[in-house]
Every structure is written in structure tokens, then in C-alpha cells.
């Protein structure tokens, strides 16, 4: 390396860095609106039906025939978050605190949801922990909101980027940290094939973002120690 020359990667004056902010509209409705044209349950089951055809399979036999039909069922299952308001889970919050003013954290929400590049699972836990100002929402409606979030395609960065903003958003709390473990099956069972391989995503907002310290005691209970 010597006598190489390393050129800064961009010029000016460096800036605090800080997350995008999203577009409220991203997750405070449904993502599908009455109005949005779709395809029919006829015409889904029908690709599914080219897709058998596709990868050389027989649609016509027997163990196949009804397979078009439980592909889309199972849809329906698998998206429903496209239909779930985020806004309306945490709609709901609770007064009698006692004046509680610590962050409130629920851990190991386990989640499945669906890589938006393959259509592959990636499935794992997530970590929630908010600090309220005077009222608190519902502890299992945080799993809640991770299931709506990740029954969408995803990727496990917006998934986490997603559940902070709507919590932050809605409730106005004095911080959020949320913290996504998962394993991708796009790149265990295909690909590069590193099964057991973790992605491990986060994002804090308010006193999580600024203290450092709120940001270890945060992880600190989330690994149990």
C-alpha cells in the first residue's frame, strides 16, 4: 500500500448523521385502499397455475389440482398486513401509570414475514422497548403491530425502520428502540446457502438515539444480562 493514495469518499463538511425520516402515509393506513384495482381470485389462481407450468410440473394431476386454490388462500394469510391499519392497533393506550416514567420493553416477539426481492421467508424475533409520556398502550399490541409490518413483503431493514416510525409517531413517546433478529431463507436454503446466518437490523429514536447509555441498558435487558 505504500504510496497509494486514499481519496475522502465524498467532499464537505461531514454532518451528523441521522435516520430518513418515513412518510407517515407509509404506515398509519392500510396499504391497500378500497379503491385499488387487484386481479381477480380467478385470475391469481391462474398464475399460479402458469407457475406450476413453468417450473415443468403437470397442473392437471392430481396432487396438484386444488393447489392454485391453497396458493391464494394461503396469501391472503401471509399478506393480511396489507389490510391491517397500524394506527387503529395503537389507537388504545391506558392512563393509570402511577407516574411510571421508565422504558417498557417486550422481547422475543417472534415473527415470519416475506423477502420483497424473492418472495422468500426470513423469520426471527423482534425486540420493542418505548418510554411513555403518561400513557402506555397495550403490551400485545406491539406484537401486533410487528405481525401487520411483517405480513407485507419486507426487507428486515424497513420492517424495523416501519415499526419505530409508527410507534413514534402514534404514541409520542420520549424515545423508541427497536431491535430485528431473523434468518433469511433467500440466502440459507438458496443462493449462497449459510444456514443459520443472522441479519440483525435496529433503530432508535429520541433519548434511545441521543443517551448511549439508555442504548446498552436497552440491549443489555434484551440479551438477558
Known amino acids: 500500500m505504500d504510496g497509494a493514495l486514499i481519496k475522502p469518499l465524498r467532499a464537505g463538511k461531514p454532518t451528523e448523521a441521522r435516520p430518513a425520516e418515513l ?4 404506515f398509519l393506513a392500510a396499504a391497500v385502499r378500497a379503491d385499488q384495482p387487484r386481479p381477480s381470485r380467478a385470475e391469481a389462481e391462474g398464475a399460479v397455475y402458469t407457475l406450476l407450468s413453468y417450473i415443468g410440473e ?11 386454490r391453497r396458493v391464494v388462500e394461503a396469501f391472503d394469510e401471509l399478506y393480511q398486513g396489507y389490510h391491517q391499519c397500524p394506527a387503529e392497533v395503537l389507537d388504545r393506550t391506558f392512563g393509570e401509570t402511577a407516574g411510571y416514567d421508565d422504558f417498557v420493553l417486550v422481547r422475543d416477539i ?3 414475514s416475506q423477502c420483497e426481492h424473492h418472495m422468500m421467508p426470513f423469520y426471527g424475533r423482534a425486540h420493542i422497548a418505548y418510554t411513555p409520556v ?10 401486533r403491530l410487528t405481525d401487520i409490518f411483517a405480513r407485507r413483503l419486507q426487507t428486515q431493514e424497513h420492517l424495523t425502520a416501519q415499526i419505530a416510525a409508527a410507534i413514534d409517531e402514534i404514541l409520542k413517546p420520549r424515545g423508541v428502540a427497536v431491535l430485528v ?8 436454503v438458496r443462493g ?3 444456514h443459520g446466518a443472522m441479519t440483525f437490523t435496529s433503530r432508535y429514536t429520541g433519548m434511545f438515539r441521543d443517551n448511549p447509555a439508555e442504548q446498552a441498558r436497552f440491549l443489555s435487558m434484551v440479551r438477558g444480562t
Open 134 to 143: 403518561e400513557r402506555v398502550v397495550g403490551l400485545s399490541k406491539l406484537a
Open 110 to 112: 417472534a415473527f415470519t
Open 58 to 68: 403437470n397442473p392437471h394431476r392430481e396432487g396438484l389440482l386444488d393447489t392454485p
Open 192 to 194: 449462497v446457502a449459510k
Open 181 to 188: 433478529e431473523a434468518e433469511h431463507t433467500c440466502m440459507s
Open 23 to 26: 412518510d407517515p402515509s407509509e
